[in-house]
Protein backbone atom coordinates (compact mmCIF):
# COMPACT_ATOMS: atom_id res chain seq x y z
CA UNK A 1 0.00 0.00 0.00
CA UNK A 2 1.37 3.38 -1.10
CA UNK A 3 -0.90 5.11 0.96
CA UNK A 4 -0.46 5.99 4.35
CA UNK A 5 -3.37 8.06 6.12
CA UNK A 6 -2.46 10.70 9.21
CA UNK A 7 -4.81 9.57 11.04
CA UNK A 8 -3.47 5.89 11.03
CA UNK A 9 -0.46 8.05 12.71
CA UNK A 10 -2.51 8.92 15.37
CA UNK A 11 -3.68 5.40 15.68
CA UNK A 12 -0.68 4.52 16.27
CA UNK A 13 0.87 6.37 18.66
CA UNK A 14 -2.08 6.08 21.27
CA UNK A 15 -2.21 2.51 20.87
CA UNK A 16 1.75 2.10 21.57
CA UNK A 17 1.40 4.86 24.42
CA UNK A 18 -1.81 3.21 26.08
CA UNK A 19 -1.42 -0.39 25.16
CA UNK A 20 -5.04 -0.49 24.25
CA UNK A 21 -6.90 0.09 21.05
CA UNK A 22 -10.12 1.07 23.02
CA UNK A 23 -8.03 3.65 25.28
CA UNK A 24 -6.57 4.80 21.77
CA UNK A 25 -10.00 5.23 20.70
CA UNK A 26 -11.27 7.28 23.25
CA UNK A 27 -8.42 9.55 23.57
CA UNK A 28 -8.74 10.58 19.87
CA UNK A 29 -12.36 10.91 19.97
CA UNK A 30 -13.31 8.15 17.37
CA UNK A 31 -14.82 4.76 17.49
CA UNK A 32 -12.90 1.39 18.43
CA UNK A 33 -14.45 0.15 15.14
CA UNK A 34 -12.13 2.71 13.46
CA UNK A 35 -9.29 2.52 15.68
CA UNK A 36 -9.60 -1.28 14.41
CA UNK A 37 -9.82 -0.83 10.98
CA UNK A 38 -6.85 1.46 10.92
CA UNK A 39 -4.65 -0.51 12.88
CA UNK A 40 -5.32 -3.38 10.15
CA UNK A 41 -4.37 -0.95 7.55
CA UNK A 42 -0.93 0.40 8.83
CA UNK A 43 -0.46 -3.66 9.41
CA UNK A 44 -1.00 -3.86 5.75
CA UNK A 45 1.32 -1.14 4.60
CA UNK A 46 4.19 -1.97 6.99
CA UNK A 47 3.91 -5.80 6.21
CA UNK A 48 4.38 -6.43 10.63
CA UNK A 49 1.68 -7.21 13.31
CA UNK A 50 2.73 -3.99 15.14
CA UNK A 51 1.30 -5.39 18.07
CA UNK A 52 0.28 -8.18 19.74
CA UNK A 53 -1.99 -9.10 22.91
CA UNK A 54 -0.39 -10.15 25.82
CA UNK A 55 -1.60 -10.44 29.29
CA UNK A 56 -1.01 -6.79 30.02
CA UNK A 57 -2.02 -4.96 27.21
CA UNK A 58 -1.26 -4.79 22.82
CA UNK A 59 2.72 -4.94 23.11
CA UNK A 60 4.54 -3.72 20.09
CA UNK A 61 6.45 -5.53 17.92
CA UNK A 62 10.68 -4.75 17.11
CA UNK A 63 9.26 -3.77 14.01
CA UNK A 64 6.45 -1.23 16.41
CA UNK A 65 9.54 -0.07 18.43
CA UNK A 66 11.52 0.90 15.11
CA UNK A 67 9.27 2.86 13.69
CA UNK A 68 7.32 4.79 16.68
CA UNK A 69 10.30 7.37 17.27
CA UNK A 70 10.09 8.70 13.69
CA UNK A 71 6.46 8.66 13.81
CA UNK A 72 6.12 10.49 16.69
CA UNK A 73 8.52 12.63 15.08
CA UNK A 74 7.05 13.02 11.97
CA UNK A 75 3.22 13.75 13.91
CA UNK A 76 5.04 16.41 16.19
CA UNK A 77 6.51 18.38 12.97
CA UNK A 78 2.79 17.74 11.23
CA UNK A 79 1.13 19.86 14.08
CA UNK A 80 3.74 22.03 14.52
CA UNK A 81 3.74 23.13 10.32
CA UNK A 82 -0.70 23.29 11.04
CA UNK A 83 0.02 25.74 13.93
CA UNK A 84 0.07 29.57 13.97
CA UNK A 85 2.99 30.77 12.39
CA UNK A 86 5.74 31.83 14.73
CA UNK A 87 5.79 35.33 15.95
CA UNK A 88 8.78 37.53 14.74
CA UNK A 89 10.15 38.90 17.92
CA UNK A 90 12.90 41.99 16.86
CA UNK A 91 14.34 42.25 20.99
CA UNK A 92 15.76 39.12 20.02
CA UNK A 93 15.70 38.55 16.48
CA UNK A 94 18.57 37.57 14.41
CA UNK A 95 18.00 38.34 10.93
CA UNK A 96 18.92 40.25 7.77
CA UNK A 97 16.79 41.91 5.94
CA UNK A 98 17.77 43.26 2.20
CA UNK A 99 15.94 46.18 1.25
CA UNK A 100 16.27 48.14 -2.56
CA UNK A 101 15.83 51.64 -2.60
CA UNK A 102 16.37 55.14 -4.18
CA UNK A 103 19.74 56.78 -3.30
CA UNK A 104 17.20 59.22 -1.76
CA UNK A 105 15.69 56.47 0.54
CA UNK A 106 19.51 56.04 1.59
CA UNK A 107 20.21 59.78 2.33
CA UNK A 108 16.51 60.50 4.58
CA UNK A 109 15.26 57.11 5.53
CA UNK A 110 17.72 54.70 6.44
CA UNK A 111 19.18 56.94 9.20
CA UNK A 112 15.55 57.26 10.92
CA UNK A 113 15.43 53.56 10.43
CA UNK A 114 18.94 52.74 11.79
CA UNK A 115 18.32 54.36 14.74
CA UNK A 116 14.86 52.76 15.75
CA UNK A 117 16.56 49.32 14.89
CA UNK A 118 19.49 50.05 17.51
CA UNK A 119 16.80 50.70 20.30
CA UNK A 120 14.18 48.04 19.03
CA UNK A 121 15.82 45.18 17.34
CA UNK A 122 19.83 45.44 17.73
CA UNK A 123 20.03 42.10 16.01
CA UNK A 124 18.16 42.87 13.18
CA UNK A 125 21.12 43.43 9.78
CA UNK A 126 19.72 45.89 7.08
CA UNK A 127 21.82 45.39 3.32
CA UNK A 128 20.51 48.29 1.06
CA UNK A 129 20.69 47.84 -2.54
CA UNK A 130 19.56 50.26 -5.14
CA UNK A 131 16.79 49.54 -7.32
CA UNK A 132 17.50 47.87 -10.91
CA UNK A 133 15.26 46.60 -13.70
CA UNK A 134 16.21 42.96 -12.17
CA UNK A 135 14.32 44.16 -8.50
CA UNK A 136 10.97 42.45 -9.74
CA UNK A 137 12.85 39.09 -10.01
CA UNK A 138 14.83 39.96 -6.70
CA UNK A 139 11.48 40.41 -5.02
CA UNK A 140 10.05 37.42 -6.27
CA UNK A 141 12.15 34.87 -5.23
CA UNK A 142 12.99 36.75 -1.91
CA UNK A 143 16.31 37.31 -2.16
CA UNK A 144 14.83 41.18 -1.60
CA UNK A 145 12.33 41.62 1.14
CA UNK A 146 11.08 45.14 0.49
CA UNK A 147 11.29 47.91 -2.46
CA UNK A 148 11.36 51.42 -1.28
CA UNK A 149 10.40 54.38 -3.01
CA UNK A 150 8.90 56.36 -5.91
CA UNK A 151 8.76 53.11 -8.15
CA UNK A 152 5.78 53.12 -10.77
CA UNK A 153 7.45 49.66 -12.33
CA UNK A 154 6.73 47.67 -9.30
CA UNK A 155 2.92 49.24 -8.63
CA UNK A 156 1.28 45.98 -11.19
CA UNK A 157 1.90 42.76 -9.73
CA UNK A 158 2.64 43.88 -6.09
CA UNK A 159 1.58 44.42 -2.50
CA UNK A 160 2.22 48.02 -1.62
CA UNK A 161 1.64 50.58 1.19
CA UNK A 162 1.75 54.16 0.37
CA UNK A 163 4.19 56.11 3.30
CA UNK A 164 4.31 59.70 2.38
CA UNK A 165 3.97 62.35 -0.13
CA UNK A 166 6.74 63.84 -1.83
CA UNK A 167 6.79 66.75 -5.09
CA UNK A 168 9.75 68.37 -6.75
CA UNK A 169 11.71 71.72 -5.87
CA UNK A 170 14.77 73.49 -7.90
CA UNK A 171 18.16 74.11 -5.98
CA UNK A 172 20.47 76.75 -6.64
CA UNK A 173 24.19 77.71 -4.69
CA UNK A 174 23.35 80.66 -2.21
CA UNK A 175 25.78 82.84 -3.70
CA UNK A 176 24.31 82.54 -7.16
CA UNK A 177 25.13 85.84 -9.32
CA UNK A 178 21.21 85.79 -11.03
CA UNK A 179 19.08 83.45 -8.76
CA UNK A 180 17.60 84.58 -5.00
CA UNK A 181 14.52 83.24 -3.39
CA UNK A 182 12.43 82.66 -6.59
CA UNK A 183 13.36 81.75 -10.57
CA UNK A 184 11.22 82.58 -13.07
CA UNK A 185 10.36 80.48 -16.27
CA UNK A 186 12.74 82.55 -18.49
CA UNK A 187 15.67 82.34 -15.64
CA UNK A 188 14.92 78.73 -15.29
CA UNK A 189 15.67 77.66 -18.91
CA UNK A 190 18.48 80.33 -19.23
CA UNK A 191 20.47 78.44 -16.68
CA UNK A 192 22.39 75.23 -17.26
CA UNK A 193 21.01 72.15 -15.34
CA UNK A 194 22.08 69.36 -13.79
CA UNK A 195 20.23 66.46 -14.57
CA UNK A 196 19.82 63.31 -12.45
CA UNK A 197 19.13 59.95 -14.58
CA UNK A 198 18.30 57.75 -11.82
CA UNK A 199 17.18 54.31 -13.85
CA UNK A 200 14.15 52.39 -12.34
CA UNK A 201 12.60 54.71 -10.68
CA UNK A 202 9.52 57.49 -11.61
CA UNK A 203 11.85 60.62 -11.69
CA UNK A 204 11.64 60.85 -15.24
CA UNK A 205 8.04 62.45 -15.04
CA UNK A 206 9.92 65.66 -14.62
CA UNK A 207 10.75 65.53 -18.59
CA UNK A 208 7.50 64.66 -19.01
CA UNK A 209 6.18 68.11 -17.61
CA UNK A 210 8.37 70.19 -18.65
CA UNK A 211 8.37 68.79 -22.53
CA UNK A 212 4.30 69.45 -22.33
CA UNK A 213 5.22 72.83 -21.29
CA UNK A 214 8.10 73.26 -24.17
CA UNK A 215 10.43 73.87 -21.53
CA UNK A 216 13.83 72.47 -22.62
CA UNK A 217 16.15 72.72 -20.21
CA UNK A 218 20.09 73.72 -21.30
CA UNK A 219 21.73 70.54 -19.68
CA UNK A 220 25.43 70.91 -19.02
CA UNK A 221 25.68 67.67 -16.38
CA UNK A 222 24.07 63.98 -16.20
CA UNK A 223 24.67 62.24 -13.09
CA UNK A 224 23.55 59.02 -12.22
CA UNK A 225 22.39 59.64 -8.59
CA UNK A 226 21.23 62.37 -5.71
CA UNK A 227 23.98 61.58 -3.98
CA UNK A 228 26.56 64.50 -4.75
CA UNK A 229 24.92 67.36 -6.18
CA UNK A 230 24.07 69.44 -3.36
CA UNK A 231 28.23 69.81 -3.17
CA UNK A 232 28.20 70.63 -7.27
CA UNK A 233 25.17 73.03 -6.94
CA UNK A 234 26.72 75.02 -4.36
CA UNK A 235 29.98 75.51 -6.03
CA UNK A 236 28.64 75.98 -9.67
CA UNK A 237 25.82 78.45 -11.03
CA UNK A 238 24.04 75.11 -12.26
CA UNK A 239 20.30 74.10 -11.20
CA UNK A 240 18.99 70.81 -10.27
CA UNK A 241 15.45 69.38 -9.75
CA UNK A 242 15.24 67.18 -6.43
CA UNK A 243 12.49 65.69 -4.67
CA UNK A 244 11.43 68.53 -1.33
CA UNK A 245 12.33 66.14 1.21
CA UNK A 246 16.01 65.92 -0.16
CA UNK A 247 16.38 69.48 -0.73
CA UNK A 248 15.12 70.36 2.47
CA UNK A 249 18.17 68.42 3.82
CA UNK A 250 20.76 69.78 1.54
CA UNK A 251 19.82 73.03 2.03
CA UNK A 252 20.24 72.50 5.77
CA UNK A 253 23.75 70.84 5.37
CA UNK A 254 25.33 73.34 2.02
CA UNK A 255 25.19 76.32 1.25
CA UNK A 256 22.07 75.86 -1.56
CA UNK A 257 19.13 77.92 -1.56
CA UNK A 258 15.23 76.09 -2.17
CA UNK A 259 13.25 77.42 -5.05
CA UNK A 260 9.86 76.55 -6.42
CA UNK A 261 10.13 75.28 -9.92
CA UNK A 262 8.67 77.92 -12.15
CA UNK A 263 6.02 74.96 -13.55
CA UNK A 264 4.30 73.28 -11.00
CA UNK A 265 5.64 69.61 -11.09
CA UNK A 266 3.18 66.66 -10.11
CA UNK A 267 3.00 64.80 -6.76
CA UNK A 268 3.77 61.69 -6.04
CA UNK A 269 3.56 58.97 -3.57
CA UNK A 270 6.96 56.86 -1.68
CA UNK A 271 5.97 53.25 -1.73
CA UNK A 272 6.92 49.85 0.15
CA UNK A 273 6.46 46.87 -1.80
CA UNK A 274 6.81 43.57 -1.25
CA UNK A 275 6.03 40.30 -2.93
CA UNK A 276 2.36 38.36 -2.27
CA UNK A 277 4.82 35.14 -1.53
CA UNK A 278 5.80 36.91 1.81
CA UNK A 279 2.67 38.50 2.56
CA UNK A 280 2.30 36.51 5.68
CA UNK A 281 6.22 36.01 6.66
CA UNK A 282 6.36 37.20 10.26
CA UNK A 283 9.57 39.20 9.83
CA UNK A 284 8.51 40.91 6.64
CA UNK A 285 5.20 41.63 8.50
CA UNK A 286 7.09 43.19 11.33
CA UNK A 287 9.68 45.06 8.81
CA UNK A 288 6.60 46.79 6.77
CA UNK A 289 4.80 48.16 9.89
CA UNK A 290 8.39 49.35 11.20
CA UNK A 291 8.57 51.17 8.23
CA UNK A 292 4.69 52.25 7.85
CA UNK A 293 5.66 53.53 11.54
CA UNK A 294 8.48 55.46 11.48
CA UNK A 295 7.11 57.48 7.63
CA UNK A 296 3.64 57.36 6.97
CA UNK A 297 1.56 59.95 8.59
CA UNK A 298 3.98 62.93 8.49
CA UNK A 299 4.36 65.35 5.62
CA UNK A 300 7.69 65.45 4.20
CA UNK A 301 6.50 68.62 1.91
CA UNK A 302 7.73 71.15 4.77
CA UNK A 303 11.17 71.90 5.58
Known amino acids: MAKLDLDWLGVFVEVYKTQSVSRAAVLLGMEQASASIALNKLRLHFDDRLFTRTSLGM ?8 IYPELLEALRRIDKARGAPQAFAPANAQREFCICMTDISEIVLLP ?7 QAAPGVVIEAKP ?6 RALESGSMDLAVGFIPSLDAGFYQQALFAQDFVCL ?3 SHPRVQSKISKRAFLAEGHIVVASSATGH ?7 ARHKA ?16 IVEQTEFLVIVPRLLGNMLA ?5 QVLEPPWPLPPYRVKQHWHERFNADAGNLWLRHTMATLF ?8
Do not use: C, M, Y
Not at 112 to 118: D, Y
Open 59 to 66: APTPRAEA
Open 112 to 118: RLLNHLQ
Open 131 to 136: ITQDSR
Open 172 to 174: ASR
Open 204 to 210: SVVDKVL
Open 216 to 231: VRRVVLRVPSFLGVAR
Open 252 to 256: AQERV
Open 296 to 303: SGTDWRKP
